[in-house]
């Protein structure tokens, strides 16, 4: 398994989850690791991104102050930090490798199974 995601699954609006996922193999060598969603009957889309070297994050407009994306470089972890969840974030929560910080998903190599998450009104 080169990616690993975790800790979906359901809470209330204005509530919390933090959603973890593990890189290995060649999954580990990409230079940045990035958070994608995909609702039922929805493109996928970008969510958050890190550098594992630097402390460049990229976040899209619509979780920026409410999303947090952190790393550990001695776990190969990189986190997803979700307050003040919306229903609209309901979605299954891919992570994903690649070779550079990009909102879009074509320039990342690798992705994890996804983890559902689930938001109630």
């Known amino acids: 398994v080169q990616l690993q995601a975790s800790g979906g699954g359901l809470v209330r609006a204005g509530g919390s989850l933090r959603l973890s996922c593990t890189a290995s193999?060649?999954?580990?060598?990409?230079?940045?690791m990035g958070w994608f969603r995909q609702a039922p009957g929805k493109e996928r889309e970008f969510v958050a991104a890190i550098s594992w070297s630097t402390t460049t994050t990229l976040y899209s407009d619509s979780v920026k102050g409410r999303f947090t994306i952190s790393r550990d470089n001695a776990k190969n972890s990189v986190y997803l930090q979700m307050n003040s969840l919306i229903p609209e974030d309901a979605a299954v929560y891919y992570c994903a490798s690649g070779a550079r910080s990009s909102t879009d998903a074509n320039n990342y190599s690798y992705w994890g199974q996804g983890t559902l998450v689930t938001v109630s009104s």
């Open positions: 193999g060649r999954a580990r060598i990409g230079l940045v």
